[in-house]
């Protein structure tokens, strides 16, 4: 079972809420018709929007293991709950008013895994990374591909050559431009450097090369689209050249082309950010930007409550008391974050797709929203929710309903009674042993 990527922007900060706009992503997928969909990140990845651009999702690290007679996969779409305070935040000024030399505390769960862009083992580590970090490719907030610090691509006719044209008057933190020398090293450090964590995202470009100043050349592999994708991504982000020739330890340094610069790092507690007035697109809305971990939600709300942070994530559970707090705004909108189980194909019984489709018919995802996510989520078999630009409105929201009688004729029809599925379970993430739990109670 494994966590959609999700991210937020902070758009915009009006009177002292540091009003906060959310845009989700996904990050893998799998087909409820039993058609295993691999790695959506390297097709629909990151967002950015010029001023500030960070990661809201969890951390996996350890894992459970449940059993039972048969598990079913998991399709939720949730609802984003931000919280934002609406006085005597830190940092907070007269309503209607903001402080450009201000400063905006955000409270995050998770601590990011490193600080290297290439090497950072979860996509949550975009939360620290992305403020400081610029990548070649953007996403709009509808989920659209757009211009980033590449100003326009194109393939060839066969799909196997990338041109892209890189954008001008770029500079990186200390002073370095980027340019397609720049766009070459990163990529190629990306797809090559040990330890690398987006390799795959990447696996199907072959070469880099420079045809001038502000042009690269990539050679795939194959005809792969999805590479677009993933250079809006971890894999996008672009180091300065500077840094990375005279070895520059990325992992207590960040040194990239983006909105903030980085001021200072402390493990598991804070990474503070001072805006980079050399940046390319518009500037950041604060001066100061400090991004806390606080691991526990009862924790991270009560420190918005007292002022000591600007916003923070909520759990369902949170939000009545919210509502109830006159001092507190919430904010409430639909994200890419999906709960479903990876089936293994290869598997004897598994291997059928009767018996794949008959554990989606037996699992009531809609009682999971009700109790574990207290209704602020929805049942869908469509990636993506409508409004977004890659919905398919031709599709029903919701192909396999709730129907455990017609699970049991198609376990019966394909030999499949009595069957026993282990499967792993993120123990370090909220919820996910709640709806493991409640899969192998059904």
Not at 33 to 48: A, C, E, H, K
Not at 140 to 168: H, Q, V, Y
Not at 224 to 247: H, K, N, T, W
Request: hydrophobic share 40%; aromatic share 8%.
């Amino acid at each position: 079972m494994t966590l959609r990527t999700a991210h937020v922007t902070l758009q915009s900060i009006d009177k002292s809420i540091h009003r906060i706009g959310w845009h989700f992503v996904s990050a893998a997928g799998i087909r409820m018709r039993g058609i295993m969909r691999s790695r959506l990140s390297t097709i629909v990845p990151r967002p950015t929007v010029a001023g500030l651009s960070v990661a809201a999702t969890a951390e996996a690290k350890s894992y459970r293991s449940f059993s039972r007679p048969t598990s079913c996969v998991v399709f939720l779409v949730l609802f984003t709950l931000v919280a934002a305070g609406c006085a005597g935040s830190a940092g907070s000024q007269a309503q209607g008013t903001v402080d450009p030399d201000g400063t905006f505390v955000y409270a995050y769960p998770i601590t990011v895994s490193r600080l290297d862009p290439h090497r950072a083992s979860i996509s949550q580590d975009g939360t620290t990374l992305f403020p400081a970090y610029d990548r070649l490719v953007h996403l709009a907030p509808d989920g659209e591909l757009i211009p980033g610090l590449a100003e326009s691509w194109e393939f060839s006719a066969d799909g196997t050559t990338l041109t892209m044209k890189l954008r001008r008057g770029v500079t990186f933190h200390d002073g370095a431009t980027f340019d397609a020398r720049a766009a070459t090293m990163n990529l190629e450090r990306a797809k090559n450097v040990e330890g690398s964590s987006v390799t795959t995202d990447i696996a199907s470009i072959e070469s880099v090369e420079i045809v001038d100043d502000y042009t690269i050349q990539v050679n795939l592999s194959k005809p792969d689209v999805s590479v677009i994708g993933a250079l809006a991504d971890r894999a996008g982000i672009q180091v300065s050249p500077r840094a990375l020739e005279e070895g520059v330890n990325l992992d207590e340094k960040m040194v990239g082309a983006g909105p903030f610069k980085m001021v200072s790092h402390t493990a598991g507690a804070t990474t503070v950010f001072t805006r980079f007035d050399d940046y390319w697109g518009d500037p950041a809305k604060v001066e100061t930007l400090e991004i806390r971990v606080i691991s526990d939600q009862v924790a991270r709300l009560n420190a918005l409550r007292t002022g000591q942070v600007d916003a923070t994530t909520i759990g369902a559970n949170q939000v009545r008391q919210v509502k109830n707090d006159p001092t507190l705004e919430l904010k409430l909108n639909t994200e890419l974050q999906y709960y479903y189980i990876v089936q293994n194909r290869s598997r004897a019984k598994q291997d059928d797709v009767r018996v794949r489709r008959a554990m989606v018919h037996a699992l009531d995802r809609q009682s999971i929203c009700e109790t574990i996510f207290f209704g602020y989520c929805e049942v869908t078999d469509q990636p993506f929710p409508p409004g977004y630009y890659a919905y398919n409105d031709s599709i029903p929201d919701v192909l396999y309903e709730y129907n455990p009688d017609k699970a049991r004729r198609l376990l019966e029809q394909a030999g499949a009674t009595n069957l026993d599925i282990s499967f792993l379970v993120p123990a370090g993430l909220p919820t996910y042993p709640e709806v493991a739990q409640a899969i192998q109670a059904q």
